[in-house]
């Protein structure tokens, strides 16, 4: 079996930082990605990786560490905007989609 | 601009009666899925597809059947909603070079009565 864990909540000040925490644990893997929900819309895309390391996407950051089962979403600068759920998602087979984790629902306030 | 459109947007429909939720992508993608999303479980797998006129099952398939009957076009059935079927479900595509990048349509929000 499989499972994706993120915490459920997260607050953070304008201008500041944010780490939105995921752990997965899966019998494979083959990449894992990071999407953005806000209230009543649909998920979007943000980053997808599948080596260790970091990779930096600008306003945005994300971290693998596939031994620890360890990936987290880094957003810098923060504006009252960035507020909404960050969803985590892994794919352990090519066909299978993806499976999500719940969800973090990270509030900015000023 | 990549395109998922779901039909229709907002429904409700009565215990054991018959529901058919579509979607279509102008993205040109192979592989298509349906996941539903209730407060508590998060998004979860329904059925999926890799090419027409061939579906597979998710990880939550019991209730649901699934149709593709082309690259564009992918329908999510009930046969006899039940009141545990409320929920907003999304369609999405994704390319067969990266599956790890979904795009998702605006959902459709079933509510079983």
């Known amino acids: 079996g499989q499972g994706v864990e993120q915490p459920d909540n997260l607050m953070s000040v304008e201008g500041t930082f944010a780490r939105v925490n995921c752990t997965y644990s899966?019998?494979?893997?083959?990449?894992l990605s990071w999407y953005q929900q806000r209230e009543g819309h649909a998920p979007v895309f943000l980053s997808y990786?599948?080596?260790?390391g970091l990779k930096d996407s600008g306003h945005f950051s994300t971290f693998l560490s596939r031994s620890n089962g360890y990936s987290y979403l880094l957003l810098t600068e923060l504006q009252i905007k960035d507020s909404a759920s960050y969803l985590c998602a892994v794919r352990d087979n090519y066909a299978q989609g993806l499976t999500f984790g719940l969800g973090t629902r990270v509030s900015v306030f000023p | 601009e990549a395109a998922v459109t779901q039909s229709p947007r907002s429904k409700v429909a009565v215990t054991g009666g018959k529901v058919t939720l579509s979607c279509h992508q102008t993205n040109n993608h192979d592989y298509m899925y349906w996941y539903r999303q209730d407060t508590g479980h998060g998004l979860r797998l329904i059925h999926y597809?890799?090419?027409?006129?061939?579906?597979e099952k998710g990880d939550i398939p019991d209730g649901y059947k699934a149709s593709r009957p082309s690259q564009e076009n992918f329908s999510l059935i009930l046969e006899l909603a039940s009141l545990s079927q409320t929920a907003v479900y999304f369609c999405?595509?994704?390319?067969?070079?990266?599956?790890?990048?979904?795009?998702f349509g605006e959902g459709s929000k079933l509510t079983v009565l």
């Open positions: 990786v599948v080596l260790d």
């Open positions: 597809s890799y090419v027409a006129d061939s579906t």
């Open positions: 999405a595509s994704s390319d067969r070079t990266n599956t790890g990048q979904l795009y």
């Open positions: 899966t019998s494979g893997f083959n990449g």
